[in-house]
């Protein structure tokens, strides 16, 4: 099974524009981007699924297509791990795998970390941080809905949402 989950959010500058980006913004009361929530922060683009047999190979292929450095791994809707860049260096090259018959359930990141949408940007960030981890999946009602990952943190656009953000701040008070 290969699937491609569309993610159902508006980009960040949308949301700007459309007024629903679902924060507080207080200048000078911490760090915007960190109070964001993950939904408006998860990658728009699509988030790869893959089955538990999906060689390592396929996968990577995949994933390179996609231009994305993991994918969840999933089976009867239920995520059971993620797969990825780190994971094909250190669990199959470094140990001499052969990629085209190496099954992700052999190598994959079993039972990771989540995050649900409603989580702010700031708490997955520290959570990524403090377990060594650049990438976790988004699960609303026990289903995988998207990824976070720590790169969503350097992305211009969501610069440009908090830019936008502390500008209609500043007109909305009168400064």
């Known amino acids: 099974m290969i699937n491609v989950i569309k993610p159902k959010a508006p980009t960040i500058l949308e949301s700007v ?3 629903t980006i679902r924060r507080t913004l207080n ?17 728009k683009k699509d988030a790869l699924v893959l ?22 791994v999933v089976e009867h809707e239920c995520l059971i791990g993620i797969f990825t860049e780190r994971d094909a260096l250190f669990r199959v090259i470094a140990r001499g795998l052969d990629p085209r018959t190496t099954k992700l359930v052999d190598v994959m990141t079993r039972n990771p970390r989540t ?5 702010s940007y700031g708490y997955a960030l520290v959570m ?10 988004v699960v609303d009602h026990g289903k995988p809905i998207g990824m976070v990952s720590s790169r969503n943190a350097m992305d211009p656009e969501l610069e440009e949402f908090v830019s936008e953000a502390n500008r209609r701040e500043h007109i909305r008070v009168g400064h």
């Open 27 to 43: 200048p000078g009361e911490g760090n915007a981007v960190f109070d964001l929530l993950v939904r408006d922060v998860m990658e």
């Open 115 to 119: 995050v649900d949408s409603a989580t």
């Open 51 to 72: 089955a538990p047999d999906t060689t390592v190979s396929k996968a990577a292929e995949l994933m390179d297509r996609q231009k994305v450095g993991a994918a969840m």
């Open 128 to 137: 990524m941080q403090e377990h060594g981890f650049r990438h976790a999946p």
């Open 17 to 19: 524009l459309q007024g």
